[in-house]
């Protein structure tokens, strides 16, 4: 029973982390290419964010979780650095990086 309750919380923390992250990255890159406000488009910002949400679909489909996982890791860590360049304290990406590695060590869950 405490097996099946575990696989459980992890497989939901997995989800909720893949698709927070996807959405995330999806409202910046919208955000950067200019459509959801009257500023210009961002080309470094969107291609970061698109290759963020690139990474968070890969990492959501089982086969490709770790390929995924690796992509994000990437991306957080340009964007941990531009934001320290800053003056800024990145606490999020630092928390999706750390819950991405945790998902990558333990593997999807699969029964």
Known sequence: MHDKNLRRAF???YLT?????FLQSARVALSAAGLSS???????LLALAG?????????LWRPAM???GLVL?????IAVTAHAFRGEFPGPLLV?????VF????GPAQG
């Open 38 to 44: 009257s500023a210009g488009p961002d080309r470094h």
């Open 11 to 13: 497989m939901v923390f």
């Open 73 to 77: 890791l990437s991306t957080f860590a």
């Open 17 to 21: 982390l893949g698709i927070v992250v």
């Open 66 to 68: 770790r390929p995924g």
């Open 103 to 106: 998902v990558m060590v333990h």
């Open 96 to 100: 999706y990086a750390a819950g991405t």
């Open 51 to 59: 290759a963020e949400a690139l990474g968070a679909l890969l990492f």
